[in-house]
């Protein structure tokens, strides 16, 4: 019904930024919220971020202050942009949506890279 597809991933060096674009299709009726989700290699898939219909934010401890998500009007894209990257933020990161509905949705994610 949704496809999330999400671009914008690499590899940066450590203080790098990168900005991660994930772009919603298909039947989208209404999202209650979108968000950015992490998994390192070894490591469970945590939250980094979401953002609500009404524009407001959560961001995980581990990344306040250095990334930011924000979003289309119609929420059909949503942005993390990522300053001050550190290794720990090295993980393939996927873009989740929740419609009015109640189903979830995921993409199938982006690589982001971080030397030191």
């Known amino acids: 019904q949704v496809r999330l597809v999400e671009s914008g991933g690499g590899l940066v060096q450590a203080g790098g930024s990168l900005r991660l674009s994930c772009a919603a299709s298909?039947?989208?009726?209404?999202?209650?919220?979108m968000g950015w989700y992490r998994q390192a290699p070894g490591k469970s898939r945590e939250l980094v971020a979401t953002?609500?219909?009404?524009?407001?934010?959560t961001y995980a401890d581990s990344v306040k202050g250095r990334f930011t998500i924000s979003r289309e009007n119609a929420m059909n894209t949503v942005y993390l942009r990522m300053n001050s990257l550190k290794p720990e933020d090295a993980a393939v990161y996927y873009c989740?949506?929740?419609?009015?509905?109640?189903?979830?949705?995921w993409g199938q994610g982006t690589q982001v890279t971080v030397s030191s």
């Open positions: 989740n949506s929740r419609l009015g509905n109640g189903n979830v949705y």
């Open positions: 953002i609500n219909s009404d524009g407001s934010t």
């Open positions: 298909g039947r989208i009726f209404s999202i209650n919220a």
